[in-house]
Every structure is written in structure tokens, then in C-alpha cells.
């Protein structure tokens, strides 16, 4: 089953820096607020694990609602970061465009300037 699917249907509720939040508030969350809730998250799932070694027991269970947890947290927290860098991505692609607009347009100025009176009166008279 879907992970948003099952929590929605458990009423799911994280402790956060903010306080308790659902699914859907989490994605208000900044990526810092994020990551300290995952920690937190990761602390409580490693409780059971105090010394190191339960992974050898074959008896050994996560608690299923907090690995819930912390997968949620760990989608949302990698969701906000790949839209963090889209947005980094399609900013610099804008500003790199821009640049090379006003490239153009001092080609083009450079290139008026270059010409004689005579020229540019022609030119003036055309348009």
C-alpha cells in the first residue's frame, strides 16, 4: 500500500520542531525543520537497536508506524530538495539567458555606433 495512502488512513502525525503535523503540513516545513525531524526520526527507530547488533536477530522489528514515519519524512524531505534544485537549476539557466540577451543588444549598439551619419540617416529614413 501506498505510504501517504496508509498514513492518511492511521491520521498519521509527526512531532516536529513546529509541533504535530500531517502529511500535508510537512511539505510547509523548510529542508533544516526537515532533516531535524528525520534525525529524530532515525533516533527513535535505532532504540531498539542499543547495542548494535539486533540486525543479527532474525526476531528483530522495526516499529512499522515509526519506519512510516521516517520514510515520509525522508520522501518529503527529498522532494523539497529536488524542487530546491530545480528552481536553483532554472534561475541560473534564466540569468545565464538574460546575459547573453544584453550581449546582443551592445553587439547590435556597437554596431550603430560604428556606422556614419550618412548611414544612419538612411537608416532612420527606412523606418
Given at each position: 500500500?501506498d505510504?501517504y495512502?496508509?498514513?492518511?488512513?492511521l491520521g498519521?502525525?509527526?512531532t516536529t520542531?513546529k509541533?504535530?503535523?500531517?502529511v500535508?503540513?510537512l511539505?510547509?516545513?523548510?529542508?533544516?525543520?526537515?532533516?531535524?525531524?528525520?534525525k529524530?526520526?532515525?533516533k527513535i527507530?535505532?532504540r531498539?537497536?542499543e547495542?548494535g547488533?539486533?540486525?543479527?536477530?532474525?526476531?528483530t522489528?522495526?516499529?512499522?508506524t515509526?519506519q512510516?514515519?521516517f520514510?515520509i519524512?525522508k520522501?518529503?524531505?527529498?522532494?523539497?530538495?529536488?524542487?530546491a534544485?530545480?528552481?536553483?537549476?532554472?534561475?541560473?539557466?534564466?540569468d545565464?539567458r538574460?546575459?547573453?540577451?544584453?550581449?546582443?543588444?551592445?553587439k547590435?549598439?556597437g554596431?550603430?555606433?560604428?556606422?556614419?551619419?550618412?548611414?544612419?540617416e538612411?537608416m532612420?529614413?527606412?523606418?
Open positions: 500500500m505510504n495512502k496508509l498514513a492518511a488512513q498519521l502525525r509527526f520542531s509541533g504535530s503535523l500531517s500535508e503540513q511539505f510547509h516545513l523548510t529542508q533544516t525543520d526537515l532533516a531535524t525531524s528525520i529524530n526520526q532515525g527507530i535505532k531498539g537497536d547495542d547488533l539486533s540486525f543479527l536477530d532474525e526476531a522489528t522495526v516499529d512499522k515509526e512510516l514515519r520514510d519524512l520522501d518529503v524531505y527529498l522532494t523539497k530538495k529536488a524542487e534544485e530545480e528552481r536553483r537549476s532554472a534561475l541560473a539557466t534564466k545565464h538574460q546575459k547573453i540577451l544584453q550581449l546582443i543588444e551592445q547590435k549598439d554596431e550603430l555606433q560604428n556606422k556614419t551619419l550618412e548611414e544612419l538612411a532612420l529614413a527606412k523606418a
